[in-house]
C-alpha cells in the first residue's frame, strides 16, 4: 500500500525553527517528486515546496524562500522541510503529498502534522 | 502574484449534475496548467481526483470528470450521491511559480 506519514510539528514560538519528515512506504520513492502543501485553520490549500526524485530540483511558494528548505534521504524513503523564522501566518496542518508520474499532479497524501506558531 | 478563482459555494440536488469551474489572473486556463481536482471533507487530508485536465486516479469514481470549459478548468460531477458533499479544491501548475490552488469551492447537496 501507498503511504506517506507526517511527523514533527509542535507549538513554536515566532522566530523559533522547526523540522517536519515524512516517512514514505508501498513505492519507488527515488522516482517521484514529493510535495509539501499546508492549510491554515480554516482556510484553503497552500503549495509549499516540492523535490524531484533525485532531489537536484526544488521549488518554494515565494512567501517561504529563504526560510524553508525541502530535502530528502532516498535511502531512508524520507522527506524533510526545515522551516526556520516561523512566524505566526505559517501556522497549518502540514502534508506531504506525492508527485503523478505522467503529468504535473499530487495523488497520494499523508495525513498531516500540525504546526503553530505562537507566544 | 497569480490567483486561482473558485466559486465560493455551490448547492446541487441528489442525483443531479455539477460543474465547478477554476480560473486563472493570467488568463485563460490551458493543458499546459495541468488541472488538478482535489476532495476534502471535514477534518480529513485531501483526496485527488483528477491530475492533467481529466486524468482520472484508479479510485477515482467514474461520475467525476475533469476538462477545460470556457477558457477555465473544470470539474463535473454527474449523479451526485450525498457522500459528494465536501470542500473542491483545484491546482493550476505554472512555470517558474510551482503550483497554485483556488481558495475552494464548498459543495452542498440538498
Known amino acids: 500500500e501507498v503511504q506517506l506519514v507526517e511527523s514533527g510539528g509542535d507549538l513554536v514560538q515566532p522566530g523559533g525553527s522547526l523540522r517536519l519528515s515524512c516517512a514514505a512506504s508501498g513505492f519507488s520513492f527515488s522516482h517521484f517528486w514529493i510535495n509539501w502543501v499546508r492549510q491554515a485553520p480554516g482556510k484553503g490549500l497552500e503549495w509549499v515546496a516540492n523535490?524531484?526524485?533525485?532531489?537536484?530540483?526544488?521549488y518554494y511558494v515565494d512567501s517561504v524562500k529563504g526560510r524553508f528548505t525541502i530535502s530528502r534521504d532516498n535511502a531512508k524513503n524520507s522527506l524533510y522541510l526545515q522551516m526556520n523564522s516561523l512566524r505566526v501566518e505559517d501556522t497549518a496542518v502540514y502534508y506531504c503529498?506525492?508527485?503523478?508520474?505522467?503529468?504535473?499532479?499530487?495523488?497520494?497524501w499523508g495525513p498531516g502534522t500540525t504546526v503553530t506558531v505562537s507566544s | 502574484q497569480t490567483v486561482v478563482t473558485q466559486e465560493p459555494s455551490l448547492t446541487v440536488s441528489p442525483g443531479g449534475t455539477v460543474t465547478l469551474t477554476c480560473a486563472s489572473s493570467?488568463?485563460?486556463?490551458?493543458?499546459?496548467?495541468?488541472p488538478n481536482w482535489f476532495q476534502q471533507k471535514c477534518g480529513q487530508a485531501p483526496r485527488a481526483l483528477i491530475y492533467?485536465?481529466?486524468k482520472k486516479h484508479s479510485w477515482t469514481p467514474a461520475r467525476f470528470s475533469g476538462s477545460l470549459l470556457g477558457g477555465k478548468g473544470a470539474l463535473t460531477l454527474s449523479g451526485v450521491q450525498p457522500e459528494d458533499e465536501a470542500d473542491y479544491y483545484c491546482l493550476l501548475h505554472y512555470d517558474h511559480v510551482g503550483g497554485v490552488f483556488g481558495g475552494g469551492t464548498k459543495l452542498t447537496v440538498l
Open positions: 503529498a506525492r508527485g503523478t508520474n505522467d503529468a504535473p499532479g499530487l495523488d497520494v
Open positions: 493570467t488568463g485563460a486556463v490551458t493543458t499546459g496548467n495541468h
Open positions: 492533467g485536465t481529466n
Open positions: 523535490i524531484k526524485g533525485d532531489g537536484s530540483e526544488k
